[in-house]
């Protein structure tokens, strides 16, 4: 799959130019038989005496000059000149020769966009002949690579017109190869241009004589120095091919395979089916090209303008933040500042003093916490030298935790030590954020000078009411070394949009602010049925008693199969599959980390991604805590994961911990990362299994990258700003 992959993406990107001009020129093209149909008149029914065709030549073409000539009823004769070089149609009456009319159908045109369709108006046959056996092997491998499905994407509409549109693509374009090839068409004899052109009458005369032509229906020049005449040798049907040196018998001119290529098959109709395939080919084309060129763009987290004087940051856990910080930049933008949006994960203290206002989103994480994506960011601020950088925070939370907004306070205090100033004073949101940032976007507004541009706040969370459909235990609850994990499937009787990645927040009791939970399943597989994989936590009460977790204590242990759940759904776009589904991926994880890597697989496994994917998953014991283990290694032997490393710390010989995996796979790694441009994605503890990936990383970029320590260290900021490297991490 991945030289597939490879083979349609590169040839295409290689032969761009080439594959261009071939589609449009054929394009162009198919307009000539549109043209001349609806300028003709019906064709004729019988073809015509030689000896009446020769007394009409005669008549009108005494210098020799015509190229073609074809018949249509009533008894009209319709010539094709070729005169001081320009091209021009004409109608004659056949008994008389008298001219009926010009036919304006742009055949100078036509020839001149056929010399380039053929020839690059350079006698360049062969670069043609192989840029067309290398596009049908393009046509031929895209099919191969994802099943249909429909989805409003570009890539789910690239992959739908592959698929609709193979077979009259691939009839376009294979019969180019065959006629390059000369398979399935007249063997034609050797033609010698030099001997000059071949007068029309006297060809038909010659085959008169040698071959026994009778009548005809039509006859044409071909390579200057031969002419092509299709009629009857008395009662048969004979074809012939006239040079000045022979006249040789030969099938039907110019063949069904040429006339299935040129859209001559059925007169306007087969070129309007010829013209429609060149259309499909073109879109074809423009949205694998822009999809391509979105793959270094969709997942980036620092967009905007190269020369913008405004910052707008963000600090996000579940993707709020991020997508209100987006909705601001392009707001501000609409309004005429010059803006970048950026992740504080991919940017440097430093930087900030390069803008003359900086604007910071911030949720907080876990019990008051930055974000982790942000922390870099924080402990970098330290020492930092800010005087002069301008600044203002708007700082998401939810009041019913005890450090409500923490998170965006701690990014503002630290921006204060580090000498930055305020240009707002620092806006706190409780819960939906929608009213307080329009609020905050018309006060920056005001703050910079412009007026924002009517945008739409981002879509929010959804309120959803679930049912438990299956509940099953994933662990072996006979093994103390493992920790209670169960599978949750539940079923909504309203279809959901969601991906893999996106969150479902569990309230544990009416008040209480909602838990978020990865979901492990795609609506686009199915849009009723979300898979949660839940941890049984412990915590202590406000007495110091041991106790359930609220919201994973009530989801594994309060609800039976057929309870209803009150929830709500919350896009993670930052942790979604790559938009992209050739990009490679990478997924690491640790216990119940591995939840939303199910639902990235399983949309691999229906079709919706080809790209390689590889899974290296750590837990304790491969008998006691293997999660999903059996539909992972199912995957694995189906093809569906291109790699599976599961390793496990509490067996012997378990290959140890999730980083130990990595080191031991360095090559491999770098290799995906470095050239294959995988996206890589990490779930799990952010003590844990956050810092080991970050230190084993940089281990493989010193190892393999010959990189020093802090430049491996800029090296991954740079992969974060850029959303090559994806963090979704607990405390």
Same mark, same amino acid.
């Given at each position: ?60 073409? /005494?210098? &020799? ?6 018949? +249509? #009823?009533? $008894?009209?004769?319709? *010539?094709?000149?070729? @005169? ?114 071949? /007068?029309? &009458? ?6 008169? +004589? #040698?071959? $026994?032509?009778?009548? *005809?229906?039509?006859? @044409? ?135 003359? @206002? ?374």
């Amino acid at each position: 799959m991945k030289i597939l992959v490879l083979l349609h993406r590169w040839l295409t990107l290689l032969l761009l130019p080439l594959f261009g001009l071939i589609i449009i020129t054929g394009a162009i093209l198919s307009f000539a038989p549109i043209i001349k149909d609806l300028a003709s008149g019906p064709a004729a029914q019988e073809p015509v005496p030689v000896d009446r065709l020769l007394q009409v030549l005669a008549r009108v073409d /005494p210098q &020799a000059r015509s190229r073609a000539v074809e018949f +249509e #009823e009533p $008894g009209i004769a319709v *010539v094709e000149f070729s @005169r001081q070089g320009q091209r021009e149609w004409q109608a004659f009456d056949l008994g008389s020769g008298q001219l009926l009319e010009q036919r304006a159908i742009g055949a100078d045109f036509f020839h001149t966009v056929q010399h380039l369709h053929k020839h690059l108006l350079l006698d360049l046959d062969i670069v043609v002949d192989i840029a067309t056996y290398l596009m049908v092997l393009v046509i031929i491998v895209g099919p191969l690579l994802a099943w249909p499905r429909l989805r409003h994407t570009l890539v789910g509409w690239h992959t739908l017109l592959g698929w609709a549109g193979f077979p009259l693509v691939l009839m376009v374009s294979a019969t180019g190869v065959m006629m390059a090839l000369s398979l399935g068409t007249p063997q034609f004899p050797e033609v010698d241009r030099d001997q000059g052109h071949m /007068p029309m &009458a006297q060809a038909i005369e010659r085959a008169v +004589e #040698e071959g $026994g032509l009778t009548h *005809v229906w039509d006859a @044409r020049r071909m390579q200057t120095a031969a002419v092509a005449i299709n009629g009857r040798a008395g009662e048969a049907s004979a074809a012939f091919v006239v040079t000045r040196d022979d006249v040789t018998r030969v099938g039907s001119y110019p063949g069904l395979v040429a006339e299935l290529h040129e859209g001559t098959w059925a007169g306007g109709w087969s070129g309007a089916l010829n013209l429609l395939a060149s259309m499909l080919l073109m879109a074809l084309m423009v949205t694998g090209l822009v999809s391509w060129g979105r793959r270094g763009l969709q997942s980036r987290r620092r967009t905007g303008d190269a020369d913008a004087d405004i910052l707008v940051a963000w600090a996000s856990q579940t993707g709020t933040a991020a997508r209100l910080a987006q909705a601001t930049t392009e707001a501000l933008r609409q309004g005429g500042a010059r803006v970048m949006g950026a992740s504080l994960a991919g940017l440097s203290p430093s930087e900030l003093k390069a803008f003359r @206002r900086v604007f910071l989103i911030a949720s907080t994480a876990g019990d008051g916490q930055v974000p982790e994506p942000a922390r870099g960011f924080l402990k970098a601020l330290e020492g930092a030298n800010l005087k002069g950088c301008r600044f203002a925070v708007l700082a998401l939370g939810d009041s019913s935790y005890t450090h409500f907004c923490a998170g965006g306070l701690v990014l503002h205090d630290a921006l204060k030590r580090a000498g930055a100033e305020e240009c707002l004073p620092l806006v706190k949101v409780d819960c939906d954020p929608t009213e307080p940032w329009a609020q905050w976007l018309r006060d920056v507004g005001q703050d910079v000078g412009v007026t924002p541009g009517a945008v739409e706040a981002p879509r929010g969370d959804q309120s959803v009411t679930l049912t438990l459909e299956r509940r099953t235990q994933l662990n072996d609850p006979a093994d103390p070394v493992t920790h209670e994990v169960w599978s949750l499937q539940w079923q909504s009787a309203e279809p959901l949009a969601f991906r893999p990645g996106d969150l479902l927040l569990v309230a544990p009791g009416a008040g209480e602010p909602g838990r978020p939970y990865s979901i492990g399943s795609s609506s686009e597989v199915d849009p009723h049925r979300l898979l949660l994989t839940v941890a049984l936590t412990r915590r202590q009460d406000a007495e110091g008693n041991s106790c359930w977790g609220k919201a994973s204590g009530l989801l594994c242990r309060g609800f039976k199969e057929g309870d209803t759940l009150e929830a709500t759904l919350r896009p993670h776009p930052d942790f979604n599959p790559p938009e992209d589904p050739s990009r490679p991926m990478i997924m690491i994880a640790a216990g119940c980390g591995v939840a939303p890597f199910v639902g990235f697989v399983e949309e691999q496994a229906h079709g919706l991604r080809m790209g390689p994917a590889w899974l290296i998953f750590g837990n304790r014991k491969r008998a006691g805590d293997y999660f999903h283990g059996e539909r992972l290694e199912h995957w694995r032997a189906d093809g569906v994961l291109t790699r599976l490393d599961a390793v496990f710390s509490r067996d012997p010989d378990g290959g140890g911990y999730v980083q130990d995996c990595m080191r031991a796979e360095a090559r491999s790694l770098w290799e995906w990362l470095q050239d294959k441009q995988a996206v890589l994605y990490v779930c799990g503890n952010a003590q844990t299994l956050g810092e080991g990936v970050r230190e084993a990383l940089c281990d493989i970029l010193s190892e393999q990258g010959g990189l020093g320590p802090d430049e491996a260290r800029v090296r991954l900021r740079q992969w974060e700003s850029e959303g090559r490297l994806r963090f979704d991490l607990i405390d």
